[in-house]
């Protein structure tokens, strides 16, 4: 079945930049929606990209639009979140999740199926 691994988190500085990767395996043949998701201690998850199998339909959340990226890899089975000029509120652990959909994404974390385990990412000076 299907399984999803993030990488790529870590602590940087107000402003810089990092890349999240979640690689996808053990999965049939499918039309899948990809979407990454954080949750912050004490809040709630939060929906943050999202982008459907064809990469013709992507969201962002309005905290991250302008900053945050969301791309595929169909040869690496990987989708990727370029984050640019992060913030301490970006504080978070970042999971990816997949739905078989076809259509639009949806940045709607009941949604999706199927989870990665996390990654935390720390903004802070």
């Known amino acids: 079945q299907l399984q999803l691994v993030e990488s790529g988190g870590g602590l940087v500085q107000p402003g810089e930049s990092l890349r999240l990767s979640c690689a996808a395996s053990?999965?049939?043949?499918?039309?899948?929606?990809i979407g990454w998701f954080r949750q912050a201690p004490g809040k709630e998850r939060e929906g943050v990209a999202c982008?459907?199998?064809?990469?013709?339909?992507?969201k962002y959340a309005d905290s991250v639009k302008g900053r945050f990226t969301i791309s595929k890899d169909n040869a690496e089975n990987t989708v990727y979140l370029q984050m640019n000029s992060l913030k301490s509120e970006d504080t978070a652990v970042y999971y990816c999740?997949?739905?078989?959909?076809?259509?639009?994404?949806?940045?709607?974390?009941?949604?999706?199926?199927?989870w990665g385990q996390g990654t935390q990412v720390t903004v802070s000076t």
């Open positions: 999740a997949a739905v078989s959909l076809i259509g639009q994404c949806v940045l709607d974390a009941d949604a999706y199926a199927r």
């Open positions: 053990g999965f049939r043949r499918n039309f899948y929606a």
């Open positions: 982008m459907n199998d064809f990469g013709s339909s992507t």
